[in-house]
């Protein structure tokens, strides 16, 4: 189904969001005074997956092999832009303080970057009529019309790909070794300015592949899928037993 857009200037996709960055953005995000936060989820990895199962070589591109206690498993860490109330880069007028050089995540909103999954309206920010004016933003066959977003997409998913073991190493010299199951949640963690920036700057001018002897944790709010984990080797333990204050573990589940 083809869809029209055209942004009506609400504002309401510059407001308390964990924005997604490169290791580039992030950096120039830290420079300009703001806050990074660091989630990291693990999924399950026993054996790779058939050479047509799109989904899963995506979530394979994005993230980096690991093991969990018997079991391997793969880690995708993001890093995200944390701001509450409006984005410290949002003028009084709602335009954007930074938009030549705003992160790519903007530049591609409210496009999905994962090819596996479909663009719709009702889960967006954006209010009705930017559905209902404006030129064509997706055509029939699900291609993005304007070059600009379909450029952003690439360099967007590109990252995520290019950038999945230069995050191990930053999680490594982080000290971070604790994920959520993915689809289920995610480990938040709140490192200092001071420690991300350092971290960051080794992990991309001394970049290596991860050592990968880090033993990971699997963090669940959920008592079975924790049993579930540890039958198949892995060390796992419930998110209500997470101690300290830079880390929290963020359920994507509704109501849990």
């Given at each position: 189904m083809s869809l029209r857009f055209a942004c009506t200037m609400c504002g309401r996709c510059c407001h308390s969001l964990r924005l997604p960055l490169s290791v580039a953005e992030a950096q120039a995000w830290l420079e300009d005074g703001g806050e990074v936060e660091v989630f990291c989820e693990a999924i399950p990895w026993p054996e790779e997956?058939?050479?047509?199962?799109?989904?899963?070589?995506?979530?394979?591109?994005r993230s980096f092999a690991a093991v969990s206690g018997h079991l391997p498993v793969r880690v995708i860490v993001t890093l995200?832009?944390?701001?509450?109330?409006?984005?410290?880069?949002?003028?009084?007028?709602?335009g954007?303080?930074?938009?030549?050089?705003?992160?790519?995540?903007?530049?591609?909103?409210?496009?999905?970057?994962?090819?596996?999954?479909a663009l719709e309206p009702a889960q967006k920010l954006c209010p009705p009529e930017a559905w209902t004016s404006g030129g064509l933003f997706q055509d029939d066959q699900g291609h993005w019309t304007d070059p600009g977003v379909a450029d952003a997409i690439q360099r967007r998913r590109g990252d995520d790909y290019a950038e999945a073991e230069a995050r191990g190493v930053l999680c490594e010299r982080l000290g971070i070794h604790e994920a959520g199951l993915s689809n289920e949640g995610v480990i938040v963690y709140a490192p200092?300015?001071?420690?991300?920036?350092?971290?960051?700057?080794?992990?991309?001018?001394?970049?290596?592949t991860p050592a990968g002897h880090v033993d990971w944790l699997l963090v669940s709010h959920r008592l079975r899928t924790?049993?579930?984990?540890?039958?198949?080797?892995a060390r796992a333990t419930q998110a209500a037993d997470l101690a300290g204050a830079d880390r929290r573990f963020?359920?994507?589940?509704?109501g849990e």
């Open positions: 997956p058939a050479p047509d199962n799109g989904p899963a070589w995506h979530k394979r591109k995200v832009a944390a701001f509450d109330g409006a984005c410290p880069n949002l003028r009084a007028d709602m954007c303080g930074i938009y030549e050089r705003r992160p790519t995540a903007c530049r591609v909103y409210p496009a999905e970057v994962n090819p596996f999954v200092s300015r001071e420690s991300l920036r350092e971290a960051l700057k080794d992990a991309t001018e001394t970049y290596k924790m049993w579930l984990l540890e039958s198949a080797g963020v359920s994507f589940l509704q």
